[in-house]
């Protein structure tokens, strides 16, 4: 069972930067994609980004151009580098790594929060 855990999520201002980080605690070559979603409160999920083991990239239309989703198997590591913030951002962000037939493991999510 493959367990995630997420950090580096807090507070900014608009306009401001954050890294959001996930340490996998083990390799599963059954794992395909990784990345993020988020849920704002009143929300269901959504995707954020994710990156297939072959580096294909997927973003929501919001984050386009702001946010980039990067991965280190190497050290079971996925990131999302989260630039230009816009308050609308605000939301818990959950670290995924899903398998080939759709399985998704989730973290516990990490709080991220902007103001204006």
């Known amino acids: 069972q493959v367990q995630l855990v997420e950090s580096g999520g807090g507070f900014a201002q608009a306009g401001g930067s954050l890294r959001l980080s996930c340490a996998a605690s083990e390799i599963s070559f059954a794992i395909d994609a990784k990345g993020w979603y988020r849920q704002a409160p009143g929300k269901p999920r959504e995707l954020v980004a994710t990156i297939t083991r072959g580096g294909t990239t997927d973003y929501a239309d919001s984050v386009k151009g702001r946010f980039t989703v990067s991965r280190d198997d190497a050290r079971n590591m996925v990131y999302l580098q989260m630039n230009s913030l816009k308050p609308e951002d605000t939301a818990v962000y959950y670290c995924?790594?899903?398998?080939?037939?759709?399985?998704?493991?989730w973290g516990q999510g990490t709080q991220v929060t902007v103001s204006s």
């Open positions: 995924t790594h899903s398998t080939s037939w759709g399985y998704h493991y």
